[in-house]
Nanobody, 124 residues
Framework: QVQLVESGGGLVQAGGSLRLSCAAS????????MAWFRQAPGKEREFVAA????????DYADSMKGRFTISRDNAKNTGYLQMNSLKPEDTAVYFC?????????????????WGQGTQVTVSS
């Protein structure tokens, strides 16, 4: 079992940056691939970025490439999402998710564990 708690959301102006954190319980965090998803009002949950359990492989949605960076510190049982050059269309609730294997997926339905979400609001 893994419990995930996100933090770091908030209000930022367009062009600004935020770093989201996802703190995980348990002693085998490195066995879990991790991903970030987001959901804006009235829209479906969408894939943002993912990282393998070892941290050696990452994947990004096209609209986030070059602006967002996913990382993890397995010694601290924490994952991160650094978001730069934020745009108003990035406004959403951001969720971290984990799956009990090293390899990640872009499919939300495959993830077993989810955090409660953290709100990110980007003003124009």
């Amino acid at each position: 079992q893994v419990q995930l708690v996100e933090s770091g959301g908030g209000l930022v102006q367009a062009g600004g940056s935020l770093r989201l954190s996802c703190a995980a319980s348990g002693r085998t965090f490195s066995s879990y691939a991790m991903a970030w998803f987001r959901q804006a009002p009235g829209k479906e949950r969408e894939f943002v970025a993912a990282i393998s359990g070892t941290g050696g492989s990452t994947d990004y949605a096209d609209s986030m490439k070059g602006r967002f960076t996913i990382s993890r510190d397995n010694a601290k049982n924490t994952g991160y999402l650094q978001m730069n050059s934020l745009k108003p269309e990035d406004t959403a609730v951001y969720f971290c998710a984990a799956i009990n294997r090293n390899g990640y997926s872009r499919l939300a339905t495959l993830y077993n564990y989810w955090g409660q979400g953290t709100q990110v609001t980007v003003s124009s």
